[in-house]
């Protein structure tokens, strides 16, 4: 039987499987079947906490989407990650440990036990590294949505996200091109689709598309992703605040050359045991 923790990221929610002394046995069927909101527990996402491959690290997560897919990185899923180690009594208060993703090591600390800041390293931009089809690196790149002409940032965080200013898009545009953004074949890996309204330099509202789950009420990673764009194109300030419809995330990067930082909260919601077979 599989002992599990439901948790959530403002919302963006997660089953955390404890993988630190026994290896788990996952394939896409059964992540599916945990997955379900109706005959399993229901997640956006599934992590699970292993012993660490790098020896710089004290643990590796392991990252899948609804749909049993993998990912490189998960910033809501993160911070959970890192308050699940501290129930577990492996993480203090205010102590920085660094946390090996799909895609690389993070740095995460506990502010609190319900809050936790994550160096997420440097944003890449470079379109092979993000996947993204592109003649050249830039700040803009058009592509055509589902018919629609559309202008767009790429970035990964280690996974990959294509930015839309959604000022200029009719009411329901973001709704239809989500989908379509998600699946473009000029991403390669397919992409997370966010939607940002730049209310002021230090103050953005998103709305996320996400790779392999849908819309979801938060998107770390995307939030990262959005600053990153418009802090290159020196659209924001160094540090801003980004709303999500679960809530805010603080996101600080300087810019090129640095790590970026995402603050924000990690919530448990129930613990419980996996009985299906
Ligand atoms: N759907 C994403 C993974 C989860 C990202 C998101 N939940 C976050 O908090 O960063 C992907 O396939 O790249």
Redesign the pocket.
Known sequence: MLRFSKMH?LG?DFVVLDGRTAPLSLNVASIRALADRRTGVGF??LLSVEPARDPSCAFYYG?W?TDG?P???????VRCVAAWLHRAGTLALGEAVRLESPSGPVTVRLLNAHEVTVDMGEPVFAPARIPFAAEAEADRYAIEVDGDALEIGAVS?G??HAVVMAEALAEGVPERLGPALSTHPRFAA?T?AGFVRRADRSHLQLR?H????GW?Q?????ACAAMAVLRRRGEVDESVQVDLPGGALRIAWPGPGHTLWMTGPAAFVFEGTWLAD
């Open positions: 990221g963006n956006d996402q990252i989407n897919s990912s490189g990185q998960c910033g809501n899923g965080m996974n990959p397919g997370n996320v996400e790779r392999g789950a979801t938060a998107c770390g990673t995307g």
